[in-house]
């Protein structure tokens, strides 16, 4: 099921999401949208994390297995071709979100009922209604022009 539209997040947003969300190496990382890849390949190549990327879309999902075997990341990054609602999610310890608003209320269920404790949560410019954020931070990608501008929101399983 189709949720959201692909919008990819510029590589400096991902960093910062990743920097805020405090991923570590070692950490198991999903990207629930993953598009073409660059969130996970920037966590396993990066960050050292272990990195899931599930997308529902076959050419998303051959564009970002291209890229995987460019880096020489197969050993720590898997691309999932499939709905995020029948992925298993008990094993993270990071989610990356780049949906709708709308989208993350689907998804919320899942997230509540899957996350283990302490598992972190972080949003590319749309909050999960009805969690409170330990972190809003704001980004903006170009100081100088002072646009484009995100808002990151970083939430964690109690």
């Known amino acids: 099921m189709f949720i959201a539209p ?3 997040s510029p590589p400096s947003v991902i960093r910062q999401m990743l920097v805020l969300a405090d991923l570590k190496p070692g950490d198991v990382f999903f990207d629930l949208g993953a598009g073409d ?3 996970v390949i920037m966590a396993a190549k990066d960050f050292g994390a272990r990195a899931v990327g599930v997308e529902l879309r076959e050419d ?5 297995l291209g890229s995987v075997y460019e880096h020489s990341l197969q050993n720590r990054v ?3 071709n499939s709905d995020m609602f029948k992925v298993d999610l008990s094993s993270a310890d990071v989610i990356f979100l780049y949906l709708t608003t709308s989208a993350n209320e ?5 997230l509540e009922g899957e996350l283990k404790k302490g598992a972190r949560v972080v949003s590319h ?6 969690w409170k954020p330990v972190k809003v931070y704001n980004f903006c990608e170009n100081p100088k022009l002072g ?3 995100h808002t990151l929101y970083l ?3 109690s």
């Open 6 to 8: 692909y919008v990819p």
């Open 37 to 39: 890849g660059r969130a």
């Open 60 to 64: 998303l999902v051959k564009k970002a």
């Open 78 to 80: 898997t691309i999932v």
């Open 106 to 110: 689907k998804v919320k269920p899942k």
């Open 125 to 130: 410019d749309y909050e999960i209604v009805g």
């Open 147 to 149: 646009y484009p501008s």
């Open 155 to 157: 939430y964690k399983k």
